[in-house]
């Protein structure tokens, strides 16, 4: 059993007069410190398995673990609960608060978490210099590039030390020098031993995971790589 | 042609966006709607009235209306004059009915029907006798009245001849109408021979009809009449802007008009704030349009149309609702009584006057189209290339605030997304200010009247115990040694009174005083200067100085009755509280030039006595010794105004004062409440990926509410001084509404008005309703769709 268990999850959308199907049926397995790339075209689910994960929405049916609580199962409020200490999320659009700077931004996630107001500012600024942006701290998001708020978002999302990291669609604005750079953070917070999960289009970066699903039309098609072994996952 | 197809294109888009975004398409047809009703319905009636209520005076006074002593044959002589269609007379005297002065009427069925059209008999019948009375009561008279009812015996006074004269009639019919009939507001109509018995058959008022030139054949027939050995004592020419019963009425609608012309400026903040909301949210849209060569002309149609033609449905809405309204008003509170809303509309119907609705229905939607306009100054100003550039939670810069409220960076994030968003905070700044300001004005004007009222009852402010109006034939010498006389009666002061009409811009009556004996300093103290001592000079009361920014040493311009202009010197400005305060202290000899007339000639000497008594803490029981004393050396006709009943008249003003704005203040808070909630629910919406950002960081969803209601509570903290300063503004443009009702009263109060219990009652329940459709509005949002939707 894996840190994230997801078991025969569904999730259906009424879109207008449509029902849309955006996962079928999908089984994985997350270990800690393990970083999973979820890779498919447009429209695959690869969002939806990421808002999944991390609480924001709940599935149809079916079930979805982190750490032992059953989060598909908790109402909204326990949900942003456990959220607040438990999940970091990372947009493909970064999705910076503006009325905030970059260390306020990290700041934030902390304040929401509780963690001691003594120790905010300091870690902060460490998580800055671990992404490499300690000297435009006091910068606002439209005064920073695609990639360094990027960085940014990276240090918000594991500003409050959760066991799980999500990003969906991290690179997709950001050209290849910036795409390599974020995914190799992403791979040094692993290291730290989080379990990431990140989903991107992209397949040769997805192929810098220690794994990958591949989604097509909601449903899991095959497995690849390393750091994962095919019998966690149940197509 | 390709233009013209892309044209199409962008009003079908404005379609969608007004059927679509129904929430803002609603409030603003609604706020547009009550913006123009309101007002128009109000105007409307205003104006109906205004020409009913003139027409009805002139049925009683006519073009020309002369008193005095005219002997019979002058009604001949007069019809001959060039420019008069008619003469109608009466003999009028004064009496006593209980405690009310009233005027004593003689005067056949047809001569009444010309002065008081038969449909106001509200009861019974006109007279048919001797020993009958009708009663007739005017409307806007000032004070509790009692009237008879049909069949009860009443005393009737008549001071005539040598002494008075009681009679005792029975009362077959009660009256009322919308006119004073001379000074008083009470008439009785009596028979012919009745009064002949008391007084000779020598008519007092003639009403003429006049086609021409109406000071010019008031002229004449005052000489006319002095030449058959007559004389005038008074004389009125009833031009409509002059006309005091229709200033008046003008007056009091104004106080109800000008409340709701507050609701005319929340439809431009509305489409002001939502749109410059639209097109931020939109600024990528706006970039890509311009990229693609949309101009001016396609900008409008797809950011302003919308609102234009949302504010063209409210405006429509409007125009055809403002007819329901005012007829319903008319009919229902403005001309109460049955039998006169019957006869008003029997006689006048009630005209729609289509072109004020229009006028307001079009300036509201020009006012909507300017706000609108805002927004498209914004649109038109945006940056392609920055905005296409930037990604993120805004697609433009928000401005830099660098200054910090606290610690928490949640704090932080919404003040300083108000000044991010200003035009959400201004959105919600100004129609708070109006709703507050409009509470506090009615607050202000009821301490104002509340420090007023105590100046009357302070004896050091307002030295008289009681006032005496007492009618006499003879000159009043007895009556003064009399007074002199009387051990209980400390000082006193004697004046003639004349009100005079329209004489000084913008006031319907000035009371002109005349001292004959006595300290005037027990009913006018001086505050600064003297008091007049020769012709041309003045000494004016404080409320009038006031309202006309007088001080000693200017120069007060008057107008008398034959439209010739004075110039009085301000000498003195004296303290009056007790009357309106439009008192004009000058000597004997001024107010015979003024007037034209000596007192006493040709009706009855009517003098006001203010009466200081000895033992201020037995008032009543004096008075009544005072009144048994003067009656008993008769014949005096005596209206006794003690300082109970007149600060009556003032708390009475002023509970419909507070009644007005309170009212208004309920329905103005919601349609503040629109306003507010339409521009944070859009805010909402607008925001929805920040708040879906927000929630996936951990903020729950009470704490998100919690923000929304910081930033609300803090927009009425930033609005608490602008409110402040609308208030005062607001007051004193209704003080100045209502001058002629209760003479000049400067609002009183400081900040502390914004927050009495009068101002928050409506400023809690917009409260309320906001935070209801933030709570719905939040919980509505789909978080996940607000992440995926680019």
């Known amino acids: 059993m894996g840190f994230v268990e997801v078991r025969d999850v569904w999730k259906d959308y009424v879109v207008g007069r449509v029902r849309v199907t955006a996962l079928r049926g999908v089984s994985l397995d997350v270990d800690s410190g393990e970083f999973l790339a979820v890779t498919g075209p447009s429209g695959s689910g690869k969002s939806t398995l990421i808002y999944l994960l991390s609480g924001l929405d709940v599935p149809t049916r079916g079930l979805i673990r982190v750490g032992g609580a059953e989060v598909s199962r908790l109402d909204q409020a326990r949900r942003a609960s456990w959220r607040r200490r438990s999940v970091g999320v990372i947009f493909q659009f970064f999705h910076l608060i503006p009325t905030l700077t970059a260390l306020e931004n990290v700041l934030l996630t902390m304040e929401l978490a509780g963690v001691p107001a003594g120790k905010r500012v300091e870690r902060a600024l460490e998580l800055l210099e671990f992404v490499g942006l300690k000297d435009k701290a006091g910068r606002y998001p439209w005064e920073l590039s695609g990639g360094e708020q990027q960085r940014v978002a990276i240090a918000r999302a594991i500003a409050h030390n959760p066991p799980l990291i999500l990003a969906d669609e991290p690179t997709a604005n950001l050209d290849y020098e910036n795409k390599v750079r974020i995914v190799e953070l992403l791979r040094e917070v692993s290291n730290a031993g989080k379990a990431v999960v990140f989903a991107t289009h992209d397949v040769e970066l997805a192929r810098r995971a220690d794994g990958v699903v591949h989604l097509r039309d909601g449903v899991v098609v095959g497995f690849e790589g390393g750091g994962g072994a095919p019998s966690k996952i149940s197509p | ?790």
């Open chain 2, 1 to 790: 042609m390709g233009s013209r197809v892309v044209g199409v294109l962008l009003v079908r888009s404005a379609l969608r966006v007004v059927v679509w975004k129904r929430l803002e398409t609603l409030a603003l047809i609604l706020v547009t709607m009550v913006a123009v009703a309101a007002p128009a319905s109000l105007a409307i009636i205003k104006s109906n009235l205004e020409y009913q209520i003139y027409e009805l005076f002139k049925d009683v006074s006519g073009d020309v209306m002369l008193t005095g002593l005219i002997p019979s044959e002058a009604l001949t002589a007069l019809k001959g004059l060039e420019g008069v269609r008619s003469v109608n007379g009466m003999i009028l005297t004064f009496g006593l009915l209980g405690e009310e002065r009233v005027l004593a009427a003689v005067m056949g069925h047809e001569t009444f029907n010309s002065f008081v059209k038969p449909y106001v008999i509200r009861e019974g019948r006109f007279i048919e006798g001797p020993g009958e009375a009708v009663v007739y009561r005017a409307m806007f008279v000032r004070g509790p009245v009692e009237m008879p009812r049909v069949g009860d015996e009443v005393d009737l006074v008549v001071v005539a001849g040598q002494r008075p004269v009681s009679v005792k009639l029975r009362v077959v019919g009660l009256a009322t109408g919308y006119n004073h009939i001379g000074p008083t507001p009470f008439l009785v109509v009596v028979d012919e021979g009745l009064l002949g018995r008391v007084m000779n058959y020598t008519l007092t008022a003639i009403r003429l009809e006049v086609v021409g030139d109406l000071r010019g054949v008031a002229g004449e027939a005052k000489s006319t009449i002095e030449s058959l050995g007559g004389a005038v004592s008074w004389h009125m020419v009833n031009v409509r802007e002059e006309n005091p019963v229709v200033l008046i009425f003008e007056s009091a609608m104004s106080v109800m008009t000008l409340p709701v012309l507050i609701f005319i400026a929340m439809a431009p903040v509305l489409s002001a704030s939502l749109g410059l909301a639209t097109v931020v949210r939109d600024s990528r849209n706006v970039a890509v349009m311009k990229a693609m060569g949309c101009g001016l002309w396609e900008l409008f149609s797809a950011y302003t149309l919308p609102w234009v033609i949302r504010a063209a449905l409210g405006a429509l809405m409007g125009f055809l609702v403002s007819q329901f309204i005012a007829r319903w008003l008319y009919l229902n509170y403005f001309v109460a009584e049955e039998d006169l809303s019957r006869a008003l509309y029997e006689r006048f119907g009630f005209n729609p006057y289509w072109g004020t609705s229009a006028y307001y229905a079009l300036l509201v939607l020009g006012l909507t189209l300017l706000g609108s306009l805002i927004p498209l100054a914004i649109a038109y100003r945006v940056d392609v290339v920055k905005v296409i550039a930037t990604v993120g939670l805004h697609a433009h810069p928000a401005p830099r605030v660098g200054w910090s409220v606290g610690r928490l960076v949640v704090l932080r994030m919404w003040v300083r997304d108000m000044v991010a968003r200003w035009w959400k905070t201004v959105g919600l700044v100004i129609p708070l200010s109006l709703l507050i300001g409009l509470g506090s004005s009615g607050v202000m004007l009821s301490n104002g009247v509340g420090e007023w009222v105590k100046a009357v009852e302070d004896r050091s402010s307002t030295p008289f115990d009681a006032l005496l109006i007492i009618s006499t034939v003879e000159s009043p010498e007895k009556l003064l040694e009399l007074l002199d006389k009387l051990d209980y009666v400390k000082r006193y002061f004697a004046s003639t009174p004349y009100s005079l009409a329209a004489a000084v811009e913008g006031l319907t009556f000035v009371e002109l005083r005349a001292p004959i004996k006595g300290d005037p300093g027990v009913e006018l103290p001086l505050i600064q200067g003297r008091y007049p001592m020769g012709g041309g000079e003045v000494a004016v009361s404080h409320g009038l100085a006031s309202y006309k920014g007088l001080k000693v040493g200017d120069v007060l311009e008057l107008r008398d009755t034959f439209g010739r202009m004075h110039k009085l010197e301000v000498v003195g400005v004296v303290r009056a509280y007790h009357d309106r305060g439009f008192q004009l202290l000058l000597t004997r000899d001024s107010l015979v030039e003024i007037t034209g007339y000596r007192p006493g000639i040709g009706r009855a000497f009517t003098i006001k006595v203010a009466v200081e008594l000895r033992d201020p803490h037995r008032v009543e029981e004096l008075l009544g010794r005072l009144r048994s004393d003067i009656e008993r050396a008769g014949p005096y006709g005596v209206e006794v105004v003690d300082k109970s009943s007149i600060s009556g008249t003032f708390k009475a003003y002023s509970t419909i004062n507070t009644s007005i704005t309170t009212i208004l203040s309920l329905l103005a808070a919601v349609v503040v409440a629109v306003v507010t909630t339409s521009i944070i629910t859009s805010d909402i919406s607008a925001r929805a990926r920040e708040i879906a950002v927000l929630t996936s960081l951990g903020l729950q969803g009470r704490q998100l509410i919690l923000g929304f209601a910081a930033q609300l509570i803090l927009a009425i903290i930033i609005t608490m001084p602008i409110a402040y300063t609308t208030s005062k503004i607001i007051a004193r443009m209704l003080a100045e509404r209502t001058v002629n009702f209760t003479g000049y009263i400067e609002p009183v109060g400081g900040i502390e008005v914004v927050t009495t219990a009068t101002t928050m009652a409506p400023l809690l329940i917009t409260i309320i309703i906001i935070i209801v459709a933030t709570i719905i509005t939040i919980r509505r949002l789909d978080l996940v769709k607000a992440l995926s939707d680019l």
